[in-house]
Every structure is written in C-alpha cells, then in structure tokens.
C-alpha cells in the first residue's frame, strides 16, 4: 500500500508550528489593517469645516409638537462668520431672529429685541453651541460641551452631539447634524420630552475660505 503522507504535526514540532500560525495571522490582519479605509473623525471633520470662514443659507424647518400633536413649519435664513457670529433669521411664518455674537445673545420678533448673555439661556445655548461650533469647526467647543460622534466620510457624513451636562441633557437630548464635504445640509434637534425638529439647509452662495 502506498504511504501516508505525514502531517504537519508529524514533521513539525508543535511549538514552530505554532509560531507558523502566529505570524500568518498576524500578517493576516496587518494587510487588513493596511488596505482598510482611513477613519475619518472629529478632528478632521473640523478641520475640513474651519477653512469655510463664513457663509449663508436659507433653512425650512420642520418642528414636531408632541403634546400638541403639530408640526410647525418655518423658514428664513442663516448667517455664520468665524470664528463665533451666527444668526438665524426667521422670515415665515413671523419675523424673528436669533443673532449671536461671542456669549452676546439679541433675540428679537418684530419691533422688540432683547440682548442677554448667551450662558444665562443654557437650554438654548446648547443648540446654538452645537450648530455655531459645527459650523465654524469649533472643534474645543464642541469636545467640551458634547460627547462628539463622526461617522460617513469626507464626502458625506454624520456629526452626532450629546450634551455632557447632565441638566443640559435632560432638555436637550441629542443634536445631529449632517453634510456634504464642508457644507452643513441638515440640522436634526431631539428634545427630552420628545419634541423634535428637522431644519434643512441650502447654501447661497460658496462661504469665504483662507
């Protein structure tokens, strides 16, 4: 009868055979490593954002009243200069707008305007904290005041914000906002008590890069 051939474990002693099975794992997952795709996070998602140095936008927002259970509609248009001026102008379905500049707020609906500092308001600061930092890529801003998730890619991504105050969270759940490459498309604000809004953004015109 002819002869067996002799298996590795027959000519091999077991501890160079698995020294062998080591490194073809290790080299294995060293080319997976290697010809994986670049995690793109924060920091080069602020980056990317931080060169646009200004720009403007019109918005539709779409905001869901659950104990009301209505949606209101309205729409007007944005503002943003680095590093810390953002405005919002609301033109439908009344005039009111929204300016702030450093910690300055100024909050006015039709003739009445009232300039207040922005951390007095911290319920609504954290919104503006979270769109302004997104759009300027305030990048300290927003680890400080936001447990920060990037996710997509240069090309289209997902920035999800969860305020790190505890009180603050207790208002303000979550807010996501989402882009293309260095333009900010999308606003989604989740509220604690279930209410929530849906602000959609067109830019106007390219912001001023440096």
Known sequence: MPKRAAAASEWLPASVASRLAAA??????????????PVFDLAQL???LARVKSGEALFTEQRRIEMLDRTLESSGRLFFRAPDVFV?????????KL??????????IGERSRTLPLDSTPEAGVVVEAIRGTLTGNREAL???FVAV????SERWSLELVPRDLRLR?????????GHEAVVREVQVMLADGDRSTMTVEPLASGTTR
Do not use: F, I, W, Y
């Open 170 to 178: 207790g208002q303000v759940a979550s807010v996501r906002v989402l």
């Open 88 to 96: 919002r102008e609301t033109l439908k379905p009344r005039h009111e």
């Open 24 to 37: 073809v794992v290790s080299g294995v997952l060293v080319a997976a490593v290697a010809n994986a795709a």
């Open 46 to 48: 602020a980056d990317m």
């Open 150 to 153: 990037v996710t997509g890619s």
């Open 99 to 108: 300016a702030v500049d450093g910690n300055t707020l100024t909050m006015s």
């Open 143 to 145: 680890e400080r005041l």
